[in-house]
C-alpha cells in the first residue's frame, strides 16, 4: 500500500463547507482522511510525509466546457496537449465537447476518445456527446447509447439548434435517459456578420455588432422547451444579467436549469479588445464593463451555478486575421484559476464560492465523481500558493495553440501541485 500525506495546509472543500488547516492521507490514490483531525497524527507506518507550506489544498478542478482539436484538428489540440494543460491549471476532470472531425456522434467515437484519454491523458477526460448528428440541428443522435458507452452531457457544443421541434424531442428524449441538455443561447440570424458587442465601442472600431437580444431570445426559448419536456436544460455560457434573470424567473416557475459563465467574461470586458485584439473575438462576444460587474456578483449570489474556461484553441491562420475574419474563441485551462483569483483578491467573491463553482458544483450537476476531498473520493487535488505573482509567458504554455486572452498578464496566485488518483502530475 502506498500512503502519502499531505500536511500543513489550508484546506477548503465545499462539498462539506471544510475551510481549515490540516492535512490529508492519501492511501493508493483514495483519500483516506482530510482536514483538521488528520493532522493530529501519529500518521500511518510508512506514509511518505509532504510540508504543504501552509499553501491552499482544494478538489481538483472541474471544466465543464474544453473544446479540442482530436480528432480531426490534431494541430490546434490534441487530447494529451489539453491534459497537460489543465493538469498545468489545476484541473483534473475536463469535459470534452464534440465539435471535431468527425463528430463526436455515435459509440465509437466516444470510445476513442476516451481510449486514447485512457492512454494518452494524466487527468480525467469526460466526453460530450453531440445533440444532433454532425451538430446540424436536423437529427438527434442516439443518446441512449451514447449515455451507456460514457458521455456525461449532450451538447450542440458552438452551433445552435434552430429547429425548436427538433429540440423539443431531443430534450424530451435526453429527460428518459437522464442526461443533461447543455446548449450556447445563440441566435446567429439576428447578426450574420457580428463580431462584436452590440453598441458605441463597435461603431466607433467600425466593427459590426451583436445585439444583446441574440443571447436572451434564443435562452427563453430553450427554457421554455426545457419546461415543457421536463429536461434538466444547462445553458452552457451566459454572458448577460438579462440571462440570469430570465434563469431565475424559469427556476421560479419549476424548470429544472443550470448555468454557466466563462472565466474570460467575469475577467475581461469589451474595452480590452483594444486594437483589434483578436485573442479577445469571443462568443458570446465581450460585455460591457458594467454586465462584466453584474454577473460576477450573479456568481457570489450563487445565480450563476459554475464558471467554465471554455479552451478553445485556434492557431495563428485563424487568429492573425483582420478581426471580423478570425475565429472565435480563446484557451484557458491553464489561466482559469488564476484569473479567478482576481475576483477573490479584489473582495468580490468568496473563495469558497469560487472553488464551489470550479470543482463542487460542476462535479454534482455531470454526475461526475470529483469535486470533493471527503474520504472515499479519488485523490484528485490542487494545490495553490494564492499570493505568488507570475506573468503569463506564451512560449510556456502547455496548450498548442497560444491564443490566450491573458498574453503579458499579470496574476497573483497559481497552481502549484496537481494530484490526480493520488499521483502528482503537476508541479511548477
Not at 123 to 138: D, E, I, Q, R
Not at 218 to 227: F, N, T, V, W
Not at 319 to 337: Q, V
Request: proline share 6%.
Amino acid at each position: 500500500m502506498t500512503i502519502t500525506v499531505l500536511t500543513n495546509l489550508r484546506i477548503i472543500d465545499p462539498s462539506c463547507s471544510m475551510d481549515e488547516a490540516g492535512a490529508i492521507i492519501i492511501e493508493d490514490g483514495v483519500i483516506s482522511a482530510c482536514g483538521a483531525d488528520a493532522a493530529k497524527g501519529p500518521f500511518p507506518e510508512g506514509a511518505t510525509v509532504i510540508n504543504g507550506k501552509g499553501r491552499l489544498a482544494m478538489p481538483g478542478l472541474v471544466d465543464a466546457r474544453v473544446f479540442i482539436g482530436e480528432p480531426g484538428a490534431e494541430h490546434r489540440e490534441t487530447i494529451s496537449s489539453a491534459a497537460r494543460a489543465a493538469a498545468a491549471g489545476g484541473v483534473t476532470s475536463i469535459i470534452t465537447m464534440p465539435d471535431t472531425d468527425p463528430v463526436i456522434d455515435d459509440i465509437a467515437l466516444v470510445d476513442f476518445v476516451k481510449r486514447t484519454a485512457r492512454d494518452k491523458a494524466q487527468v480525467n477526460v469526460y466526453p460530450a456527446g453531440a445533440l444532433t448528428k454532425g451538430l446540424k440541428g436536423k437529427e438527434m443522435t442516439e443518446i441512449g447509447l451514447m449515455k451507456q458507452a460514457g458521455i456525461v452531457m449532450v451538447t450542440n457544443g458552438r452551433e445552435p439548434i434552430a429547429d425548436s421541434q427538433v429540440l423539443r424531442r431531443a430534450m424530451t428524449y435526453a429527460r428518459e435517459l437522464g442526461a443533461v441538455v447543455a446548449l450556447e443561447p445563440r441566435e446567429t440570424y439576428l447578426a450574420p456578420e457580428g463580431v462584436m458587442n452590440e453598441g458605441l465601442l463597435a461603431s466607433w472600431l467600425g466593427l459590426p455588432g451583436i445585439p444583446r437580444e441574440a443571447e436572451i431570445i434564443p435562452l427563453e426559448r430553450d427554457l421554455r422547451i426545457a419546461a415543457l419536456t421536463g429536461a434538466h436544460y444547462h445553458a452552457a455560457k451566459i454572458s448577460l444579467p438579462e440571462s440570469v434573470e430570465t434563469i431565475a424567473a424559469a427556476r421560479k416557475r419549476g424548470t429544472k436549469v443550470t448555468s454557466a459563465i466563462s472565466i474570460n467574461h467575469l475577467s475581461l470586458n469589451e474595452n480590452d479588445i483594444g486594437e483589434y485584439r483578436t485573442f479577445l473575438k469571443l462568443s458570446p462576444p465581450l460585455r460591457t464593463e458594467d454586465d462584466r460587474l453584474a454577473m460576477v456578483q450573479a456568481l457570489a449570489d450563487g445565480e450563476i451555478d459554475i464558471i467554465v474556461s471554455s479552451h478553445d484553441p485556434q492557431n495563428v491562420d485563424t487568429k492573425r486575421l483582420p478581426f471580423s475574419d478570425a475565429e472565435d474563441g480563446a484557451i484557458g485551462l491553464e489561466t482559469l484559476f488564476s484569473a479567478a483569483l482576481r475576483l477573490y483578491h479584489s473582495g468580490q467573491v468568496p473563495l469558497e464560492r469560487l472553488i464551489d463553482a470550479m470543482s463542487t458544483r460542476p462535479a454534482s450537476i455531470f454526475g461526475l465523481p470529483a469535486g470533493t476531498l471527503q474520504p472515499g473520493a479519488a485523490a484528485d487535488i490542487a494545490i495553490a500558493d494564492i499570493d505568488m505573482p507570475w506573468v503569463v509567458s506564451l512560449e510556456k504554455l502547455a496548450s498548442r495553440s497560444k491564443n490566450t486572452p491573458f498574453e503579458d498578464a499579470r496574476f497573483s496566485g497559481r497552481i502549484v501541485e496537481t494530484w490526480r488518483a493520488g499521483q502528482k502530475v503537476y508541479s511548477i
